[in-house]
């Protein structure tokens, strides 16, 4: 199945197994994992509670969304405008360029066509609609980060790079990417996106990888740190709460838009995902700014209710003065204009059917007819 991707070999594996997180064969977290991050009392779901547990894990009705290509034709008048469009897709547009993070346009976070966690719906635009980003960040090799339909259509149909973890790029050769057009960091490792201006960093997260049953941390996972002339954004990818978050504001920081995950989690996986009351721990130590949360609204891959992450997160944030950026999908935002605006609780509406219907896609000139299969 080429969707699992393909292990490393030679030099690659040679250059990750001289990393200081490498061990016992393959990547391992090196901070201590938080005291209480676990809760002791909840075991582990099974996997009966996983695929059919809780109630309203998928949303009722659609979610609104809307083309956002209209609003991309302006550049943001801060220089520095974040568009979600859906889990942990995002377009960045940072000091005249664009980045995209984690991309996933695929129907399933599943190796499979037939089975796994289905999105809610289509993404707000077609990959063929997007503009080509100059450059695409994938944090790690988790099937709702690294789709293989999405890589494979933007590997055959555009000339992007990829900046990833170490280990990743196997995976992204194997999907078709050549390997002049893929960068593999480590934490702490810069790398300059040629012609931009920008440089992106890996940074330390705590997680871990695999996309089938003999590889669990055969590949690195980190968050990434974007940073331009003017601006600086952070994205968390997957993680769960670390104090490295403020030896990243330390070495990487301030940053104008702080991307932290906060769905899919559980009082088990205190360790690996944040959830919107760990995530908030984690903005503190990254130094504040404006929070767009991420890794929610899109697929059901915990047993909470699909909207539980932001309900949760908008009454703990409201409190603490934290500036949220709440978009519906594909609006676009900029975050200079976050502070002193409420976020609007719009997911709400959604199970009683009262939200904004989608709005189609219109027909914009230059759009490119290669599909996401």
Known sequence: MKSLGKRAEGERLERMQASPRWGGGGFRNLHPITPGLRDPAVAMPSVAQFLCGGERRVPRHALPSQDPRPLWLQPPASGLRA?????????????????LTDPVWGPRASPSRLAGPKRFQPAPLRLSHLPTPDVVLVSHDHYDHLDYPTVRALARHTAVPFVTSLGVGAHLQAFGVPPERITELDWWE?????????????????????????????????????????????????????????TIRERLGPFDLVMLEVGAFHPAWGDIHLGPANALKAHALLGGGVFLPVHWGTFSLAMHAWDEPADTLLALAEPLGVPLLMPTLGQPVEPAQAPGRAAQPWWRAVDSGQAAPPQPEQALPGAMPWPVD
């Open 83 to 99: 568009t979600w469009l859906g889990h942990s897709t995002v377009l960045v547009e940072i000091d005249g360029h664009r980045v």
């Open 190 to 246: 810069t790398h300059a996106v040629p012609g931009t201006g920008l440089e992106i960093t890996a940074a330390p997260s705590q997680h871990f990888s695999g996309r089938g049953l003999k590889d669990r941390n055969a590949t690195l996972w980190s968050s990434l740190v974007i940073r331009g002339p003017r601006h600086a954004v952070f994205f968390s990818g997957d993680t769960g709460l670390t104090s490295e978050y403020a």
